[in-house]
């Protein structure tokens, strides 16, 4: 099993900045993908960011050219750089990890979630 921890959010002012890490721990063979969804108050949890082993990324257009995700995967670590925030960004940030055994099976584990809040 995989367990995710999560750290960076916070409080911060429209146009501030913050840095979500989220570090996996456990019985990993090897991590598929890594990303990040948010869940606002009365909303569905959404796609955020996510990055393959291979580095490739994808991004929610709401957040295109303001957040980038990165990852190490030497200490199975993801990262969401948020620039530029907005009032609208205010959510819980979750961090989702997609893994395997070594077989064909893949599974996913997901944080327990950190609030990002921007005032305006």
């Known amino acids: 099993q995989v367990q995710l921890v999560e750290s960076g959010g916070g409080l911060v002012q429209a146009g501030g900045s913050l840095r979500l890490s989220c570090a996996a721990s456990?019985?990993?063979?090897?991590?598929?993908?890594m990303g990040w969804y948010r869940q606002a108050p009365g909303k569905q949890r959404g796609l955020v960011a996510t990055i393959t082993s291979g580095g490739s990324t994808n991004y929610a257009d709401s957040v295109k050219d303001r957040f980038t995700i990165s990852r190490d995967n030497a200490k199975n670590t993801v990262y969401l750089q948020m620039n530029s925030l907005k009032p609208e960004d205010t959510a819980v940030y979750y961090c989702?990890?997609?893994?395997?055994?070594?077989?064909?099976?893949?599974?996913?584990?997901w944080g327990q979630g950190t609030q990002v809040t921007v005032s305006s």
């Open positions: 456990g019985s990993i063979f090897s991590i598929n993908a």
């Open positions: 989702k990890v997609i893994y395997n055994y070594g077989g064909p099976y893949a599974y996913d584990s």
